[in-house]
């Protein structure tokens, strides 16, 4: 950090000597931006963390999806309009039954080491997810397709999934059930192609920067300091690199919104905020008032999750009293302050409008009360005082611990339940919840494609990659099966709100709010795209 500031210092006194003036507030280029080629297109943002994988059958969170996003491509990619356009794929044909994709994948596509892409790299990197023993959490996202599933739990071969290499540029797949959204699918990282050649041979080729992690998108990984900061650079060997203006891209990991937010004043960084950092909340009024900040609505949840396996959160009224007695309007207005949704259900208003009322009412403490009553009873307990202590579990940031702290005093206020809180960092953290080693833990899900599904499928099973519950309900599972054969928009739609009505009324996760995304940026970066899931992409970006 010592380092960056003597950096700043340097370039800012050397600024001022040569145009008597510097630029502040982070709103403006120091070096220029009159539009002209001289403008430096070197983008500085902040990601928060260490990305726990850069392998993409190994991601499985936010930060990791924002690096994979710059310095992968798969068949398609979301593009500026929000929709599935060409990417690795230049054109594919679909059966009349829309079961099999037959994909051609361009001839100029090539790996950054310059081996070309070819279909064997797809077909590699799914089957590779789909392998048990490499305990991909995202494999379950590749169940679309033939055989995956049975592939996965043990119960199939990998040679009976449905994606084969047809010839070096074509791929073949063949899906179990038509999947009107399989385009979209096919953009997000579970589904990206990894050099096969190298892979084979270096079980170990993601862990570092360096010759063996070769790229296929807009940009390649130059170096990775780990835990301090990713450095991306443009690649000369993207099949669209004429698209790319930015030259270089500085991913920093600081954990600390108000050190984000003073970089960016400090003209240290292009951007803060999401959808790559956080601000802090208590900076978002002003910010707010002074016009500077943007803010847009995701689909993307923010929710408690109960691990149903321990007491006492294995009773369904417990659950419920905890999740009933949560004031969110409150956290919205006094901490998080940029235009959540509070969340009474699972599935963004987005995608289900009713969601905007949910199944229940916000803060509805004399149901709670009434839950807790039948909770205690069934557990032979005669006040809440005899109610074991609770731990609620977060990573370590700045805005989940105001919010923890806020949901702790709501509970022992209006319900008189005694919890803990625990903080980790986000890798420890993340391990914590995988292996259920927790009571309550907070958690968000952004959309990984723009289907209702997606907020769904994975609590249908107790030991699926996401679910951490424990919960898993037959009837729920089997209006996610019926959905996937369903060919009537209306009815499947239907299927998908009675499963929800199942999962909320189990609750074995709590909803607290539906995501906005916030940020300041400088006024001449332009064209970044943030997409309505909330992720980010800076092919396009540039500054003017």
Excluded at 383 to 400: A, F, I, M, Q
Excluded at 482 to 493: I, L
């Amino acid at each position: 950090m010592k380092k960056r500031w003597s950096i700043f210092l340097s370039m800012l006194l050397l600024a001022s000597m040569v145009l008597a003036a510097c630029a502040g507030g982070g709103d403006d280029n120091a070096d220029g931006g009159d539009g002209g080629s001289d403008v430096p297109q070197e983008l500085k943002v902040n990601i928060n963390t260490e990305p726990p994988s850069l392998h993409p059958g190994l991601a499985q969170d936010s930060t990791s999806g924002t690096v994979l996003r710059q310095v992968m491509e798969g068949l398609t990619r979301i593009g500026q309009e929000d929709k599935p356009e060409a990417a690795m794929a230049e054109d594919w044909e679909i059966s009349e039954d829309q079961k099999t994709y037959t994909f051609n994948i361009r001839e100029d596509a090539q790996w950054s080491n310059g081996d070309p892409v070819t279909a064997e790299d797809f077909a590699y990197a799914w089957k590779w997810a789909l392998d048990p023993a490499n305990e991909s959490v995202y494999a379950y996202q590749l169940y679309y397709i033939e055989g995956a599933e049975a592939a996965n739990t043990g119960d199939g071969s990998l040679d009976d999934v449905g994606v084969k290499a047809v010839d070096e540029k074509t791929l073949e797949v063949t899906l179990a059930n038509p999947t009107p959204y399989f385009l979209e699918l096919t953009a997000f990282y579970t589904y990206l192609p990894i050099n096969s050649n190298i892979a084979k041979e270096n079980k170990d080729w993601a862990t570092d920067a360096g010759e063996n992690y070769t790229t296929n998108g807009p940009f390649h990984l130059a170096e990775w300091a780990h835990s301090d900061q990713i450095t991306l650079e443009k690649s000369d060997t993207y099949w669209d690199k004429d698209t790319v203006k930015l030259d270089k891209i500085e991913m920093y990991m600081i954990n600390d919104p108000n050190t984000e937010l003073s970089m960016f004043d400090n003209g240290e960084l292009n951007w803060a905020g999401s959808p790559t950092g956080t601000l802090p909340t208590d900076a978002i009024p002003a910010l707010k008032d002074s016009g500077r900040l943007t803010t847009q609505p995701i689909a993307g949840i923010y929710n408690y999750k109960f691990n149903t396996n321990v007491e006492p959160l294995d009773n369904v009224n417990i659950r419920k009293a905890l999740a009933y007695g949560i004031d969110r309007q409150s956290l919205i207005d006094n901490i998080l302050q940029a235009e959540q949704l509070p969340a009474m259900a699972i599935v963004p208003p987005t995608m289900f409008p009713e969601s905007e009322k949910g199944y229940f009412a916000d803060n509805d403490v004399e149901a709670a009360k009434e839950f807790l009553a039948k909770g205690l009873e069934e557990m032979g307990l005669s006040d809440v005082s005899e109610l074991p202590e609770l731990k609620l579990s977060y990573n370590t940031n700045e805005g989940h611990q105001k919010i923890a702290q806020a949901v702790q005093d709501m509970w022992v206020e209006n319900l008189g339940v005694k919890v803990t809180l625990d903080n980790s960092e986000w890798n420890v953290f993340l391990d914590t919840v995988k292996s259920e080693d927790y009571q309550i833990a907070r958690m968000g899900w952004l959309g990984d494609f723009n289907d209702a599904m997606n907020f769904l499928e994975m609590y249908r099973d107790a030991d699926g990659g996401n679910n951490n519950t424990g919960w898993e309900d037959p009837e729920y599972q089997k209006l996610l099966d019926q959905s996937q054969t369903e060919t009537d928009p209306e009815k499947r739609q239907q299927m998908l709100k009675d499963a929800e009505a199942i999962l909320m009324d189990a609750m074995p996760v709590a909803p607290i709010y539906f995501y906005t995304n916030s940020w300041v940026k400088d006024e001449n970066l332009k064209d970044v795209q943030v997409s309505g899931l909330g992720d980010v992409q800076f092919k396009w970006a540039h500054f003017e």
